[in-house]
């Protein structure tokens, strides 16, 4: 057990809805990372926030955003589902901004897009 | 832009043998590098990574991986396999924009199969 949570586990919705990740960190982490896992891209960075800021930007769509909350958990909004977003989402954390830091990475959030 | 392979999407050994998934790298600044495992339905699980320093770096489980500049290669390896290492395995490599630091790039991936 890493430490860090991810809820829900699975979500099921269809093409054109909006769906809200939660992804809470280990306790004292202060820097969150968000990554999509998917048969055909594999394992994409998303997005970084350190201690409520955005830090650093990967792959992410437009369609997709997130935040960092002041009790440091985070939460990915993905909307105007497409089928090509289905894929596990995961979250990490560390106690550093510097990505070199040790990430602990969640159990993942499987979404299906039907 | 800093990238990863990884040689072979599958890697069988019997159980006991010698375990060497290989990694090569491509970084335009010094790379900091990672191997993480992923067993199924679970997360990811850093193995080890190496920033500076020493290059023949040892990680969880037995395993280690060498840093060889000439060679721009991260490998990983084992000296016996057991059943319960197989799994995926992931080798990263830090990105970097004009901002800075982001996050991990991963490699496809590589699935280890132990075969008793």
């Known amino acids: 057990d890493s430490g860090v949570t991810q809820t829900p586990k699975h979500l099921i919705t269809a093409t054109g809805q909006r769906v809200t990740l939660r992804c809470s960190p280990r306790s004292g982490d202060l820097s969150v990372y968000w990554y999509q896992q998917s048969l055909d891209q594999g394992l994409q960075f998303l997005i970084q926030?350190?201690?409520?800021?955005?830090?650093a930007k990967g792959n992410i769509l437009e369609r997709f955003s997130a935040q960092q909350f002041p009790d440091l958990h985070s939460e990915l909004n993905l909307s105007s589902l497409e089928l090509g977003d289905s894929a596990l989402y995961f979250c990490?954390?560390?106690?550093?901004?510097?990505?070199?830091?040790?990430?602990?990475f969640g159990p993942g959030t499987r979404l299906t897009v039907l | 832009a800093q990238s990863v392979t990884q040689l072979g999407s599958h890697v069988s050994v019997s159980e006991g043998a010698l375990v060497l998934l290989r990694c090569n790298y491509s970084?335009?600044?010094?790379?900091?590098l990672f191997w993480y495992v992923q067993y199924p339905n679970q997360g990811l699980q850093l193995l080890l990574k190496?920033?500076?320093?020493?290059?023949l770096v040892k990680g969880i489980n037995g395993f280690e991986a060498e840093f060889k500049k000439s060679e721009t290669s991260f490998h990983l390896t084992k000296p016996s396999a057991h059943m319960s290492d197989a799994a995926e395995y992931f080798c990263?490599?830090?990105?970097?924009?004009?901002?800075?630091?982001?996050?991990?790039?991963f490699g496809k991936g590589t699935h280890l199969i132990i075969q008793p």
């Open positions: 926030y350190y201690n409520g800021e955005e830090r």
């Open positions: 970084s335009s600044v010094p790379p900091y």
């Open positions: 990490a954390s560390s106690r550093l901004a510097d990505p070199s830091d040790t990430q602990y």
């Open positions: 190496y920033t500076t320093g020493a290059t």
């Open positions: 990263a490599v830090i990105s970097y924009s004009g901002g800075g630091a982001d996050g991990l790039t």
